[in-house]
């Protein structure tokens, strides 16, 4: 069975670092597009991050741009998100997927896998 495992979740303070992990397992991603979102609470989930099969090709949500890195390593299977200037307001559950198309990625319907989800918490 397929499936997304993410970690790297915890709490930061504001200004700090973390890089989250998502570990594909079940079959290769290599050719899948992959990205993130998250969900904070009281609010819908909302994309993040959306890198293409080879990496070649990413793009972010305006309000992490320049504080976040998607990357991939396909030989591992693993996707990462490395967040830095972290805010309050980048407190979420994220969550990984996955799909053909990095298109179906970014509008996040009809995405045929996801992650169970790794809490971030930023501090003030």
């Known amino acids: 069975q397929a499936q997304l495992v993410e970690s790297g979740g915890r709490l930061v303070q504001a200004g700090g670092s973390l890089r989250l992990s998502c570990a594909g397992s079940?079959?290769?991603?290599?050719?899948?597009?992959m990205g993130w979102f998250r969900q904070a609470p009281g609010k819908e989930r909302e994309f993040v991050a959306a890198?293409?099969?080879?990496?070649?090709?990413?793009t972010y949500r305006d309000s992490v741009k320049g504080r976040f890195t998607i990357s991939r390593d396909n030989a591992k299977n693993t996707l990462y998100l490395q967040m830095n200037s972290l805010k309050p307001e980048d407190t979420a559950v994220y969550y990984c997927?996955?799909?053909?198309?990095?298109?179906?990625?970014?509008?996040?319907?009809?995405?045929?896998?996801w992650g169970q989800g790794t809490q971030v918490t930023v501090s003030s």
């Open positions: 997927t996955a799909a053909t198309l990095i298109s179906t990625v970014v509008a996040g319907t009809n995405v045929p896998y």
């Open positions: 079940g079959r290769s991603f290599s050719n899948d597009a």
């Open positions: 890198i293409n099969f080879s990496g070649g090709t990413t």
